[in-house]
C-alpha cells in the first residue's frame, strides 16, 4: 500500500479508503453477516489500508459499530476513521441536518457507536438548506475545540454551495473544510465541471465514491443481454441501470480493451484511471468479499499511460449539471 497526505493537512492516508457502507443489514444488498464484515476490514487491514469511510446513517448505526469492534485491538494511532452527519437519525423533530444540536448530538452518538475517543474526519453527508452555513461550521468548530474531532470534510453539494462554506470559513475563522467526498469515475465525471475545480484552486482533498459506478466499471454487465422483468442487464438497482447509455459502453469498450492488454481487470484499469487524476487522494471502494476488496487494491500497482488515459476520456464529455441517464 501506499500512502499520501489529504489535501493540504498532514494527515496520512492508504490510497484507498475502504468504504464501509455495505456493513449492516438495513437493505438486502448490504453484508448482514458482520463476520464476514469484519474479514474485509481485518484483511484490508492487513493490505495496508488504513483509511475507513462510514456514516450514521449506513444501516442507522450498524455500520458504524460494526467497523468500531473491528478496530477495537489495532493501533487507534495509525488509524484514520471517517463518518459522516446530516441524514435521517430517527422520526420526529432534530433527527437531521447540520443544525448545531444535531451535529453535536451525533458526534457523541457516532463516538460511542464507534468506540473511540474523536473522529479523525467528520463530514456533512449533504448540504443543509434549512440551515446557515455559519451555524453548521461553528459546531464543526466547536467539535474540533473540543478534541473530539481531527479534521472536517463535505460531500456531494454544488459548487456555490462548497465556495461559499469555504469562504465562509476563512472570513469567520472556522475550521475549514480538508476534503470532498464527490461522485466520480470513468463515466461520471460532471463533477469536473463542479467541485473538482474548487479542490484543486483550494487544496481539498478528493476522496470520490462509486469509484466502480455501481459495479459497471468492473464489466459484470453486458450491453446485449436480453432485458428481465425486474432487472436490467442483470442489474438490479436504479443507480447501476442509470449507466446503461451508449457513451458509457463506449468507455467501459475501451477499458476492457486496456485490461485484456495488460492483463488486468477492468475494475482494476478503472481504479487506476480514477487515482491517477491529479486532485484525487483516495478513491473509496465497497467491495463485499476479500476476493474484490484483495482485486481493487492490486490497482495501486498499475500506472495507465498519458495515451490510455486519454483513450478513456475521450467518449464522454463532462457537463454540470449531470446529464440525464436514460436506461
Not at 456514516?55 to 468500531?68: C, D, F, K, M
Not at 477495537?72 to 494511532?77: E, F, M, P, T
Not at 478534541?147 to 469555504?166: C, D, E, N, P
Not at 481493487?296 to 464522454?316: C, Q
Amino acid at each position: 500500500m501506499t500512502y499520501t497526505r489529504l489535501g493540504w493537512t498532514g494527515l496520512e492516508v492508504s490510497e484507498l479508503c475502504l468504504g464501509c457502507m455495505n456493513f449492516g443489514s438495513a437493505e438486502p444488498w448490504m453484508m448482514g453477516d458482520e463476520d464476514a464484515s469484519r474479514a474485509v476490514i481485518e484483511r484490508a487491514l492487513d493490505l495496508g489500508i488504513n483509511f475507513f469511510d462510514t456514516a450514521n446513517v449506513y444501516s442507522t448505526g450498524e455500520s458504524e459499530e460494526i467497523l468500531g469492534r473491528a478496530l477495537a485491538s489495532y493501533d487507534r494511532d495509525e488509524l484514520v476513521i471517517a463518518t459522516k452527519v446530516f441524514g435521517d437519525m430517527g422520526e420526529g423533530p432534530n433527527k437531521s441536518g447540520l443544525s448545531r444540536k444535531h451535529i453535536i448530538d451525533q458526534c457523541h452518538a457516532s463516538l460511542d457507536r464507534l468506540g473511540v475517543d474523536y473522529i479523525d474526519l467528520y463530514q456533512i453527508h449533504r448540504w443543509d438548506e434549512h440551515t446557515p452555513i455559519e451555524e453548521t461550521l461553528s459546531a464543526l468548530d466547536y467539535l474540533v475545540d473540543e478534541g473530539l474531532v481531527r479534521y472536517i470534510g463535505a460531500s456531494t453539494m454544488a459548487g456555490w454551495q462548497f465556495s461559499k462554506a469555504l469562504y465562509t470559513a476563512d472570513i469567520e475563522g472556522y475550521e475549514r473544510f480538508t476534503c470532498m467526498q464527490p461522485e466520480y469515475n470513468a463515466v461520471d465525471r460532471h463533477e469536473e465541471r463542479n467541485l473538482l475545480p474548487i479542490c484543486a484552486d483550494q487544496d481539498v482533498g478528493v476522496i470520490p465514491w462509486s469509484p466502480l459506478a455501481g459495479g459497471f466499471l468492473t464489466g459484470k454487465y453486458e450491453r446485449d443481454t436480453a432485458l428481465e422483468d425486474d432487472t436490467v442487464r442483470g442489474a438490479t438497482d436504479e443507480y447501476t441501470k442509470a449507466r446503461f447509455t451508449d457513451d458509457n459502453w463506449a468507455v467501459l469498450d475501451v477499458i476492457r480493451s486496456i485490461a485484456a492488454d495488460r492483463d488486468v481487470t477492468p475494475a482494476q484499469v478503472s481504479l487506476a484511471w480514477l487515482r491517477q487524476q491529479p486532485v484525487v487522494d483516495a478513491p473509496i471502494i465497497g467491495p463485499k468479499s476479500i476476493e474484490h476488496l484483495e482485486e481493487n487494491v492490486a490497482s495501486i500497482d498499475l500506472e495507465l499511460s498519458e495515451d490510455e488515459r486519454s483513450r478513456i476520456e475521450t467518449p464522454k464529455r463532462p457537463v454540470w449539471p449531470p446529464e440525464s441517464k436514460d436506461t
